[in-house]
């Protein structure tokens, strides 16, 4: 008799291989092959869709803009890049607990009220559970369609009897391929119905979205694996001590990426932050050395955090340093440049950096703020409460200009800040700013120096 034979994949990246490696070729991951049963690829393909396929010339092919339809919730239309795509496969994932199923479950509630077809196919919770999260979000005008089921032939069968606008699928992991003999979660099973839920969505016009859990280590396939399957991948993501959630657009073929939704989760599910800024700062010390407001982008849009630094003699040999919400290694980077631009004894300091709500933040634009912070922490003098700022920071201690510094300026005026300190290149470019708003510009980190010792 045949032996059974088997396949290794890689759980982050879907790498396929014959034997079992320590590292992943593909992504350098390590210890993350998993032993699959080699799927026989004639029971794959036999159940082909009857789709004409012929190949058209490119002239002949009309473009036409992907007709798209908002889904009543602006944060996640935005991320979405101004909504549903009709026939388009989402994937929503997000650490365990976040507030998927319930993002989507609001997203269903939307869609219903405007009159179109929605199926919600659970393979986690009973219908009852689900029926008792959509009473604590309130009140469904339509008529939601709830289905417990985990078999995807079963599952492709209600969807070409029912013809929904829109199916959710609550989460990839539990769902299975008779055909495939590996466990719900394994990377064969999450792939494969992966493909077949790509091929309902793209035979039967349907729009799917798929809730994929994260997970860093453990048996359960992460949905990194699909990334590259799906025409949008959303992330859910949040800090566990904080109610803000984060929806971010990580790939999206339909929109641009790096687009960011905020919500606040309550008692009755998620809100909406609309001004994310004044969510961000509620709270903020004023008058603290070592606290100032940095003019970040996320995405197209402007959002203002507060960052803060601790700067104190060190007890060990080792200075310790942390930075929370920003890039670790840059943060020593900037340190390193205040040492040999300013000539700061800053080798025998402590520093923490953190960006306070638990946001996370790596773009450059930070780096002037975290320098001010470090700066003010260090000299113990605050900055002025009305004071925002931003720009990249180089390695000479230079500042340098970065994108979008109107938008920037005109967020902080907006929130009531008075005084913005930005690069000396960026505010010779700004035209039209917001009256009562003073632009100082500042070329290297001795001019920030002068303008903290004011
Ligand atoms: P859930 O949507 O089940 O998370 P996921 O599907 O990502 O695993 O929601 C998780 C948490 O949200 C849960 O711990 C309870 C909380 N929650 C609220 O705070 N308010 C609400 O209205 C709802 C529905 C959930
Ligand atoms: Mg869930």
Redesign the pocket.
Known sequence: MAKNKTVFFCKECGFESAKWLGQCPGCRQWDSFVEEPVVKKSAISARRLNITNEPKPLSGIKAEEEERFPCGIEELDRVLGGGIVPSSLVLVG??????????L?QLCREIVNKQKKVLYISGEESLNQIKM?AE??GVFHGELLLLCETNLDLIEETIRKQKPDIVVI?SIQTMFKEEISSAPGSVGQVREATGTLMRIAKGFGVTIFI?G?VTKEGVVAGPRVLEHMVDTVLY?EGDNHASYRVLRAVKNRFGSTNEIGVFE??????VEVKNPSEFMLKGRPEGEAGSVVAASIEGTRPLLVEVQALVCRTNFNMPRRTAAGTDYNRVNLLMAVLEKRLGFQMADCDAYVNVAGGMRITEPALDLAIVTAILSSYKNIPLDDKTVLFGEVGLTGEIRAVNMAEQRVMEASKLGFEVCILPQANKEHIKSHAKGMKLIGVRNIQEVMGVLGR
Not at 265 to 270: A, V
Request: proline residues 4%; without cysteine; aromatic residues 4%.
């Open positions: 997000g650490d365990p607990g976040i507030g998927k199923s319930t993002l479950l999260r604590r979000l609550d809730i859990h859910f989760m309550r008692g009755n599910g998620l």
